[in-house]
């Protein structure tokens, strides 16, 4: 006899606002029930969202500087990659800032908790 498949937990989607409040190369927190979450913005119009808290020591990454498709930290100019919370350069492999799902829906930000 087959074991059940167990189902594959699904993100409940909360709207943190729209897509015209986040600046282009820039960012906006959005307090959720799991945490903060930094949603940001790129010069190309993409939308990235992560853990609002640098894999380092916890820095806001919404208060920090968007360049390309990554954030530098406002504590210590960590540069963090927008798609995988992976630190560039030096830092690499020092820890990861948690990447959260965003989808747009309708000129609307959803982000993925649970």
Known sequence: MNAPVKDLVSPTWTDVGAVSDIPVRGARRAPTARGAIAIFRTGDGRLF?????????????????VHG????????????????????????????????????????ILVGIG
Not at 53 to 58: E, V, Y
Not at 78 to 96: F, M, V
């Open 49 to 65: 969202a992560l853990k609002d808290a640098c894999p380092h020591k916890g820095g806001p990454l919404s208060q920090g500087i």
């Open 69 to 108: 498709h990554a954030v530098a930290c406002p504590l210590h100019n960590w540069s963090i990659d927008l798609a995988t919370g992976e630190p560039l350069g030096a830092d690499r492999g020092k820890g990861c800032a948690a990447v959260v799902p965003l989808q747009v829906r309708e000129g609307r």
